[in-house]
């Protein structure tokens, strides 16, 4: 069975940092792409980073220069450091194996707020 779980979100004020984890099972987690989407109340679903299995990575031109994201083979996690936190940055997030099909986690709240 595969399983992508979050964790890290929370509550955190504007300028603030924050690092979320996906922890996968059921995959060769080495094998595939990773991915973190955020979806805001109201909002579409959408792309904030990726990871190729290769490690290279990309970004949404909103969060660029103040997220990273990484992965630890060994542990079978993708990470997103999130650092400079904006309000607008406020969604649940969502991590994404891009394996035989896309498999989802069950999402971790970030809310950014003073």
């Known amino acids: 069975q595969v399983q992508l779980v979050e964790s890290g979100g929370g509550l955190v004020q504007p300028g603030g940092s924050l690092r979320l984890s996906c922890v996968s099972s059921?995959?060769?987690?080495?094998?595939?792409?990773m991915g973190w989407y955020r979806q805001a109340p109201g909002k579409q679903r959408e792309l904030v980073a990726t990871?190729?299995?290769?490690?290279?990575?990309n970004y949404a031109d909103s969060v660029k220069g103040r997220f990273t994201i990484s992965r630890d083979n060994a542990e079978n996690t993708v990470y997103l450091q999130m650092n400079s936190l904006k309000p607008e940055d406020t969604a649940v997030y969502y991590c994404?194996?891009?394996?035989?099909?896309?498999?989802w986690g069950q999402g971790t709240q970030v809310t950014v707020s003073s």
């Open positions: 994404k194996a891009y394996a035989n099909r896309a498999y």
């Open positions: 990871i190729s299995s290769g490690g290279s990575t």
């Open positions: 059921g995959i060769i987690f080495s094998s595939y792409g």
